[in-house]
């Protein structure tokens, strides 16, 4: 089994800046894809930016250009810079990793926005 484990969240005013880690454990596990996805209460779990194995990233439009991902691979660790924050960036953030056969998902970390 895989254990995915978030840290980094919390409280910060808007325009403040956090940083994400997600740390693997477990099994020997390289995924294809880890991700960042977060969810707001009464919303659904959405993606927000997600990196290959060899560096390439994605992101959505709500964090583009604020945001950072980046991966360990020796270390089996997924981050996530984030900057010029937002009230609406409010939610839980949860680490995923996945390939063509599996998927682990972390318990998340809280990131909390003040205005």
């Known amino acids: 089994q895989v254990q995915l484990v978030e840290s980094g969240g919390g409280l910060v005013q808007a325009g403040g800046s956090l940083h994400l880690t997600c740390k693997a454990s477990?099994?020997?596990?390289?995924?294809?894809?880890m991700g960042w996805y977060r969810q707001a209460p009464g919303t659904q779990r959405t993606l927000i930016a997600r990196i290959q194995r060899h560096g390439l990233a994605t992101y959505e439009d709500p964090v583009k250009g604020r945001f950072t991902i980046a991966r360990d691979n020796d270390k089996n660790e997924l981050y996530l810079q984030m900057s010029d924050l937002k009230p609406e960036d409010t939610a839980t953030y949860y680490c995923?990793?996945?390939?063509?056969?599996?998927?682990?998902w972390g318990r998340g970390t809280q990131v909390t926005v003040s205005s």
């Open positions: 477990g099994r020997a596990f390289v995924p294809s894809t």
């Open positions: 995923k990793a996945w390939d063509p056969v599996e998927r682990f």
